[in-house]
């Protein structure tokens, strides 16, 4: 006490909770006073900040970090106890009635959701130097993650707002979870785009702070090395959204104004928006509380599967189950062959993309209850089978979609189903690590991504009529990927099928060498035969017609090496770059009807 120096009452409180939970040696190397008051000064603050940013404060931190390192000393399975079963959920067809329904009902509740981007982490998978949200969601036009997000959120307000009565328009919320590593620069991204024409208003960003490190078994808060006045810390996990959405005080906002529902999303999955509008409906169709977007997963891929798990004392929930634990649970509780594939040739346990619709009202209460803490895990690294020390300090995690483990078994927490062609290509891979992904796995990578929006794109356009050239092999960073035509469009253009659909008609076909971008809301495609590249601009008012033969030398794909420096990051990092040869392109700017041909 006599080293603290002359100390605030609530530093003094601080000082209390730290000594009161074991953490005394934090104080051990500390000079007599006077000495380093500056610097103790700032243990202060840091100590101060790791207790307010904590659900509960430091004391709660350190009594989760003591049982949870206890519990996996002696190795035990946070499933004990529990028996899997697949739960129920809704399973869509691109296309069909049902899924233009869903997208219709969706359409209608948008404006009644907000959007959550968690966008905290800074990818050291993908080892990109940038944040994940600015890399182009594609190049051939260039649109960044965070610009098709917004514009997607834009568009279905507009749509949505349509359908409401006047009076009750509205701006539909965007919040972002940043960190240390990303928060300045995501403000940057959006403060030098305009907000990409969302009102500064409707965007808020909150951030995450990281967590206290911990040194041994008995939860013992890790010093920084080169500092004797600085806790080692590190990221706590998407999971921190619920406690920092709860503190800020939206949900009440959200509540009082109407909205229904919430939606969490992820920084790079460029085909997120074509699942949202039908995730939304079934949601609202199916009352859900909880819907995790999912696509179907062969038995034991390496993607974690929606579970309903039944304890023997009658609890139960509905939850994300890490492969490589649901098949040795299936094992232990009476299903001899663990994770198989059905009749349908996929595992029955959905595949989570980490993508949830809440309902607002039950969110709120349950946060309430929990403060927006989410079940922990911790994962230490020990130097022997003793477990007794750690090769390096650990800290508590915690995943966003790890929520639904405190709700009571009455709550309706269910799943929607789709292709993985629509709904999923995240970016998180170098190209050295996608390069070694056994053949038939996703690669999740820079090029995979992008050429899963072309996929995409060409599919959905097949679907409404267009005669879509199938696709050509090509390695680009040493992964075998398809190439379908560039084909882009911005989301005003069109978010749901039926809309896509009465925007094309007579008889089109687009050859595979081509690039189509659309950038326009009013562009029909009439009788268009493509083969080359076109690009089409224009304003609201101006309605275009897109037909006719249109033939040029195009765009070509230059083959790049993803060590080659001379080359952007964000270009080498998909193994191609666009050789712009020859294109039509047209900008109108003034209202009227015009036709684009050539
Ligand atoms: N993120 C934060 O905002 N803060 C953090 O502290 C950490 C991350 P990763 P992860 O899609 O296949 C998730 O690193 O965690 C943001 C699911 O847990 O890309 O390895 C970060 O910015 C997993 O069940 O993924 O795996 C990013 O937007 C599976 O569904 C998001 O959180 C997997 O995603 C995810 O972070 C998947």
Partial sequence: QSNLGVLSPDQIELAKILLENGQSHLFQQWPGLGVDDKEKLAFFEQIALLNSSYPGGLASYIKTAKELLADSKVGKNPYDGFSPSVPSGENLTFGDENFIEMEKRGVVEARNAAFVLVAGGLGERLGYNGIKVALPRETTTGTCFLQHYIESILALQESSNKIASDESQRDIPLIIMTSDDTHSRTLELLESNSYFGMKPTQVHLLKQEKVACLDDNDARLALDPKNKYRIQTKPHGHGDVHSLLYSSGLLHKWL????????????????????????????????YHVNSLAVPRKAKEAIGGITKLTHADGRSMVINVEYNQLDPLLRATGFPDGDVNCETGFSPFPGNINQLILELGSYKEELQKTEGAIKEFVNPKYKDSTKTAF??????????????????????VGFTVMDIWLAYAPVKNNPEDAAKVPK?????????????????????LQKAGVKV???????????????????????????????????????????????????????????????????????DDAEVKLGGSIKNNGWTMETVDYKDTSVPEEIRIRGFRFNKVEQLEKKFTQPGKFSVED
Avoid at 263 to 286: E, H, M
Avoid at 501 to 521: D, H
């Fill in 469 to 539: 050239e199938e696709p050509v092999k090509q390695v680009l960073n040493g992964q075998e990927v398809e190439v379908w035509s560039r084909i882009t469009w911005k989301p005003k253009w069109g978010m749901i099928f039926s809309d896509i659909k009465k925007k094309v008609s007579g008889n089109c076909e687009v050859s595979q060498r081509s690039t189509m971008a659309i950038k326009g809301r009013n562009v029909v495609i009439e009788d268009l035969s493509l083969d080359g590249a076109v690009i089409v601009d224009s304003i």
């Fill in 256 to 287: 009082e104004a109407g909205l229904k529902w919430v939606l969490f999303f992820q920084d790079t999955n460029g085909l997120l928006f074509n699942a949202i509008p039908a995730s939304l409906g079934v949601s609202a169709t199916k009352q």
């Fill in 440 to 460: 038939g796995n996703p690669y999740h990578s820079a090029t995979s991504g992008e050429m899963a929006i072309y996929r995409a794109n060409s599919l959905i």
């Fill in 391 to 412: 090769k390096s300090s650990t800290r508590l995690e915690c995943m966003m979609q790890d929520y639904p483990k405190t709700l009571p078994p009455t709550a309706r």
